[in-house]
DNA sequence: AACGATGGTTCAAATAGTGAACCGACAAGA
DNA sequence: TCTTGTCGGTTCACTATTTGAACCATCGTT
């Protein structure tokens, strides 16, 4: 691996639930040896994405990562623009919504609004999401050009449950729904006991962008429940697009 | 330089006004040559923090970056806790009020709550702002550790106004006043017809972290008022602090 | 067709990265 | 008190990664 994407697996090692690592336990976690680890760690320091508690000398994200964000969001403001569409939608199935962004080759999520119910989906912000796999991704594929999905139905599909489809026909009949209905549906796909509706966002060039899902305990669901949320998250996703492109 | 370092420089090339650049731009910039910035940008790519647009071949800043700022917001929350204050602060006032973050050896602003009045000074977010021409600026300086301000006052200071105090010596006394008073006042230092009352936030370790300023048309402040806003400044500031580290 | 850009690729040469061993400090246990 | 095992941090000989001139192919202009 170069030695930059060394350094940028150092600060993915941060996360929601670890935001500060000292410099053994983050050197063991990399794989790296400490001197390597601390270099690259002082490299990060200097441009501040790296930030070291004085006291207890472990290391953080530090705030140059919030101006670099803060740069990109306000050239590509998907999550501004897209959050509070995804909070009504919330709102109006009753169900976790969450948002996610094409980037290299996967959906990553970046936004969640949750279900006020005891009993909700979860969903972290960051989370990686494959394609064949979550409502999302399908309806991603759906509304891709021809050649993209048919490049990805050529690659193996991992598994995550029992009930993830890896037949390419089975996706290719999945996909196709969805193209139909505007809408994905997958349940059980890639966790257990999870069912949700995808409806892909689209970009200014009509290219998807990303997409949106309502993820219910599939307890909650049934065909009629489906279709209304389906409805919903077409109409959400078309808004956000609306809103990106200028034309609301 | 290392070179994590270049990657991470080649990062910085992105700003509010050019939020993508083309690869032999970005190379020129950053003093790299055209194969070297390729691959820079690639190691960067594949963790996400650099997209490439696929039509015009640009680069811009990477959903990546978003996600590790988030991360970060979380864990260390600077603008989630003051901004509420901040606000207050805005009301009580009735002017502009904003905050800023240190950050590579200046202030970024980090939040703004405007003056509901029609004429009010307009602050963006993402701005960065001198040390030496700002009454945050100020501020900070007044409460950063003796070495840190001698060698600022060593480099040369750039004037942005007429009226920017650029002399080290009276820029000391500037600073003398805010230490003694605790608040820090700036008049057109940065922008023409311009008043500020800046105030410094304190880090659990006692260390500056940031500031927050109040700024109004130079035409409605006076002495008293400047004294009044600083008073508040100050109260806005010492709650933060003590918000953020759990005191309060 | 010729030009001057662009993005992207190759490979020998050279520079930058690596990691085992080391240090001092601290904390827990014997 | 004296281990023993951490921790963060540093050094330096060895080596693997990075570098950049020269090279395409492509695009829009002249």
Do not use: W
């Amino acid at each position: 691996m170069s030695t930059v994407g060394k350094a940028v697996s150092l600060l993915e090692l941060f996360t929601l639930d670890e935001p500060e690592i000292g410099l053994s336990d983050l050197a063991r976690k990399a794989g790296l040896d400490k001197a390597t680890a601390r270099r690259l760690l002082m490299a990060l320091a200097n441009h501040r994405l790296i930030e070291q508690e004085p006291q207890s000398r472990r290391y953080r994200l530090g705030a140059g990562l919030s101006r670099l964000a803060r740069i990109r969001d306000a050239h590509f403001p998907f999550v501004r623009v897209a959050a509070p569409v995804a909070r009504e939608l919330s709102l109006e199935t009753g169900e976790t919504v969450h948002l996610s962004e094409f980037s290299a080759g996967a959906l990553l999520t970046v936004h969640v609004e949750l279900s006020a119910k005891a009993n909700r989906v979860n969903v972290d912000v960051g989370q990686i999401l494959p394609l064949h796999g979550t409502a999302s991704g399908i309806a991603f594929l759906a509304a891709s050009r021809l050649q993209v999905v048919s490049a990805y139905l050529e690659k193996p599909l991992q598994a995550f449950t029992a009930h993830t489809v890896t037949g390419p026909d089975t996706l290719a009949k999945a996909i196709a729904f969805a193209a139909a209905s505007g809408y994905s549906r997958s349940s059980q796909g890639y966790e257990e006991g999870v069912h949700s509706i995808g409806a892909a966002i689209l970009g200014a060039d009509g290219q998807p962008i990303g997409a949106l899902a309502v993820a219910s305990p599939i307890s909650r669901v049934d065909d009629a429940v489906a279709a209304n949320q389906g409805a919903a998250a077409v109409k959400a996703a078309r808004l956000i697009a609306a809103r990106l492109t200028g034309e609301a």
